[in-house]
């Protein structure tokens, strides 16, 4: 007999939710934090599944933590442990994933295979990491803007972030945040490096992409980079290093931002390309407070997506 279809919300990009949800979520994973491992225990019985396809650090830590914190559990499956990896399709995984599963956590190249898993899938579905997105990683860099800059910060106006390098997933979701917040958003690209067209089209005048990191960097409150060479794009590594030569945040670019800017990394980061040491390791750096509360901002996440209040 068929299952009957549950009632389910996926997050695949940050725009699937809306500006007070994502204020609101922003508020609520700052409350986890305080609560630590005390904190109610809204995903008993719960099982949540990792289907990697990518390797992780963070991620895939943090959202194991996060389902136990909050009275789950969680069990990886990356593509040698599953039938994924033999090429059985997406949609026969997803369904029946599904039934075994409360949630599915996913990291895969294609933002298309996602998708597909989240269509077929009567479970809500997660994006943990995607070529075109990375909406969990802007969670807990928001987070982390407002414990910095206060609570208010991403809706009082007036924030000025930089992000320096790559157009990639980073940056697109970025954009995300700039569609729902509303905050200027400068992004220094070499050329042929932008981020996703279509984004930058809908958060129209406050993003810009300009070439010179200088630019981006001056007077913001946030100052944000990642690798140049992204997982996958190994080969193109080397072309990479010529293409983004001079777009390193070091000191004399964390300069131009504010006095009290902090500089952001979603890590793992190569010192000495595109940041150096340091920045990383200097005063302005907020990149393990940014790595901490990915789980923080992932339990609140689970929250709402499982167990809304």
């Given amino acids: 007999m068929a299952r009957t279809a549950r009632t389910k919300r996926d997050f695949l990009r940050l725009t699937d939710l809306d500006r007070s949800e994502l204020l609101e979520l922003i508020e609520r994973a700052a409350e986890w934090k305080l609560l630590g491992k005390g904190g109610p225990r809204p995903l008993e019985r719960m099982t949540i599944g990792l289907v990697f396809e990518k390797a992780s650090t963070r991620t895939r830590v943090s959202f194991e933590v ?8 969680a069990m990886m499956l990356s593509p040698r442990d599953t ?26 190249f294609e933002h298309e295979k996602l998708e597909e898993m989240a269509r077929f899938a009567d479970v809500p579905v997660v994006n943990a990491l995607t070529d075109a997105s990375h909406p969990c990683q802007l969670l807990a860099d928001l987070l982390t803007i407002t414990e910095r800059f206060g609570a208010d910060a991403l809706s009082k106006g007036g924030l000025q972030v930089a992000w320096i ?17 509303g905050f200027d958003l400068r992004l220094a690209c070499p050329a042929g490096y932008d981020p996703d067209p279509a984004l ?21 409150h946030v100052v944000n980079t990642d690798v140049w060479a992204s997982m996958g ?40 390309e595109e940041i150096a040491e340091a920045v990383l390791e200097g005063a302005r750096s907020a990149v ?22």
């Avoid at 790559?166 to 729902?180: F, I, K, P, T, Y």
């Avoid at 070439?211 to 007077?219: I, K, L, V, Y």
């Avoid at 393990?288 to 209040?309: G, I, M, V």
Wanted: glycine share 8%; net charge neutral.
């Fill in 233 to 272: 794009q190994e080969e193109e590594a080397e072309e990479r290093r010529r293409h983004f030569q001079g777009y390193i945040v070091d000191d004399a670019l964390v300069a131009k931002a504010r006095p009290n800017a902090i500089v952001l990394h979603c890590l793992p980061a190569h010192r000495g």
């Fill in 66 to 73: 996060a389902a136990h914190q909050l009275g789950g559990g």
């Fill in 288 to 309: 393990f407070d940014e790595a901490e509360n990915r789980l923080h901002a992932q339990k609140a996440l689970l929250e709402l997506l499982l167990a809304p209040r």
């Fill in 165 to 181: 390098g790559d157009g990639n997933n980073m940056a697109n979701s970025w954009l995300e945040a700039c569609v729902l917040l």
């Fill in 200 to 220: 930058l089209a809908r958060a129209g005048a406050r993003a810009r992409v300009v070439r010179s990191p200088a630019e981006a960097a001056q007077g913001a």
């Fill in 83 to 108: 039938q994924l990896g033999r090429g059985e399709p997406i949609r026969d995984t997803a369904r029946v994933l599904a039934r075994y599963l409360d949630c599915l956590v996913v990291r895969t």
